[in-house]
């Protein structure tokens, strides 16, 4: 269990002055939470100090650690402390982070349907008078989702989602793709929890197999760099949202040229582009549609970097080159102020922030990120929330969402039976037998019998539009990329 020597030690690294008021902001939510548990039964100020911990990882200011320490007082001991008391025992500038914090804790975002697209959008935007309250709240959201197993299905899937909708694009906005990408595969793990352990599988197993080419490779680099400068060489495997997203859009796993990255850092902007002639010249292949120079063109997050896709025996390998800083902005984004220009960080960020706002809202990437999220978000709900109807197939009943078809059962049963569909019998309410068409849309109670062909296998292509499950969606969209 965490103690609040484990922040001090880590505060101390970079901010060595202000232990005495952080000490006093853990005394006094310690105290403020005592007698409160989380439903995991540890005491709660457990995890205000996570969620201290996590920023100080980020190099967060003293007045931010405070601010997450006591993030929680306002609602949860409102009869014991109020703004005015924070503001008078630290200062000003903490009371605000709390106060920012606990409003934003008090918005109910998942529970707004459909209009809740655009809610998002404009939250967003509204969340500009101190930056730090949103990324608060992106480390509170960060520990909240590590440690939701404690809470019931239906907490986690409604947790999960409200992350998806609005935390995850909150991240991206931010540049902070560690964040993200933890962000994302925790709901994936949530609201496709089958899904989810397959893939992560599927992932361990590709790390298994790749992972010598991949030392193979980064070996070479290294020797090939030599000691002409200070350099650092890692690898990863893609994250496991990252691989679904690609699945759902119909990629096969060996046409995902990202899945695995090697990552080498270097010293100076100037060096990172002798890097990327140095590897061009090994006897890998690079694969020239895919070289892309971020660092002449960053994205609107502010990543920078160089991509090259390099082929190795078959393999893709993404290989990422930037510098050290470069990589801070890269894991941090926005966020990595705080570790380069101390003093004034908050305030780079915020003029950031405001100034790039505004036109993110028209940039395309940004859209597509929403639009991503948007489809992954409405397909979840159909599947969770939406009424079930039961039919009957040779006597076994089967539970499929409101607006199933025969294509959706089909799957359901098998995906052999999915593949080489013809149409269906229904029995009607006079027990008579009709034939229907794949697109037929289940009713409650309705006994079915499918009929197949095994000949058909293969032309799914029609189908598709049937499809209103995810599960039958994504078999399709597999079956039609293979066949290609
Ligand atoms: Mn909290």
């Known amino acids: 269990m965490i103690t609040i020597e484990d922040l001090i030690q880590d505060v101390r690294k970079y901010n060595p002055i202000e232990e005495l008021k952080i000490r006093k902001a853990y005394e006094l939510a310690n105290e403020l939470h005592s007698g409160q548990f989380r439903q995991s039964g540890e005491p709660y100020i457990i995890h205000p100090l996570s969620v201290a911990m996590i920023l100080s990882e980020m190099r967060a200011d003293s007045d931010t650690i405070c601010a997450a320490l006591l993030h929680d007082v306002l609602e949860d001991a409102s009869d014991k402390i109020t703004k005015e008391d924070i503001a008078f025992q630290f200062n000003p500038t903490v009371a605000e982070l709390v106060d920012g914090v606990t409003k934003i804790s008090k918005l109910n975002f998942s529970s707004k349907g459909e209009e809740n697209e655009a809610n998002t959008r404009k939250i967003m935007l509204s969340l500009t008078t101190d930056v730090r309250i949103v990324v608060i709240k992106l480390a509170d959201r960060l520990h909240n989702m590590s440690t939701l197993d404690a809470k019931s299905p239906f907490k986690q899937k409604e947790n999960a989602l409200e992350t998806m909708e609005l935390y995850v694009p909150l991240a991206y906005y931010f540049g902070a793709y560690s964040i993200k990408n933890k962000l994302e595969d925790l709901c994936l793990r949530y609201l496709k929890p089958d899904l989810y352990f397959k893939l992560q599988d599927l992932r361990n197993k590709i790390e298994f197999d790749n992972t010598p080419i991949l030392t193979e490779m980064s070996g070479n680099i290294k020797g090939i760099l030599g000691n002409r400068f200070d350099n650092d060489i890692t690898f990863r495997i893609k994250n496991i949202y990252g691989i679904y997203k690609k699945l759902t859009e119909g990629k096969k796993i060996s046409d995902i040229h990202d899945l695995l990255a090697l990552k080498v850092i270097v010293d100076t902007m100037e060096n990172c582009y002798l ?104 397909e979840v709900k159909k599947d969770i929330f939406s009424k079930n109807i039961y039919v009957y197939v040779d006597g076994k009943v089967y539970e499929l969402p409101e607006g199933a078809t025969i294509v959706d ?76």
């Not at 997050?301 to 290989?319: D, F, I, K, P, R």
């Not at 405001?354 to 489809?375: C, G, H, Q």
């Not at 296998?457 to 995810?470: D, E, H, I, N, S």
């Open 275 to 378: 890097t990327l002639g140095l590897i061009h010249n090994i006897p890998y292949h690079p694969i020239n549609s895919k070289f892309k120079d971020y660092i002449c063109l960053p994205k609107t997050n502010g990543y920078q970097s160089l991509h090259t896709t390099l082929c190795e025996s078959n393999v893709l390998v993404q290989t990422q080159i930037r510098t050290f800083e470069m990589d801070r902005v890269a894991s941090f984004g926005l966020i990595s102020h705080w570790a380069k220009n101390k003093g004034e960080a908050r305030d780079t960020m915020q003029r950031e922030l405001n100034e790039k706002l505004p036109f993110y809202r028209s940039l395309v990437e940004i859209d597509k990120m929403f639009a991503d999220n948007t489809n992954f978000i409405k």
């Open 409 to 484: 059962l089909a799957f359901k049963i098998s995906n052999e039976l999915g593949y080489t569909i013809v149409d269906a019998i229904v029995k009607n309410e006079h027990l008579r037998d009709e034939r229907v068409s794949f697109d037929y849309e289940l009713k409650n109670k309705d006994i079915i019998s499918i009929n197949s062909d095994k000949l058909l296998y293969g032309q799914v292509r029609k189908l598709l539009p049937a499809a209103k499950t995810c599960y039958a969606r994504s078999r399709i969209l597999e079956n039609i990329e293979n066949i290609k």
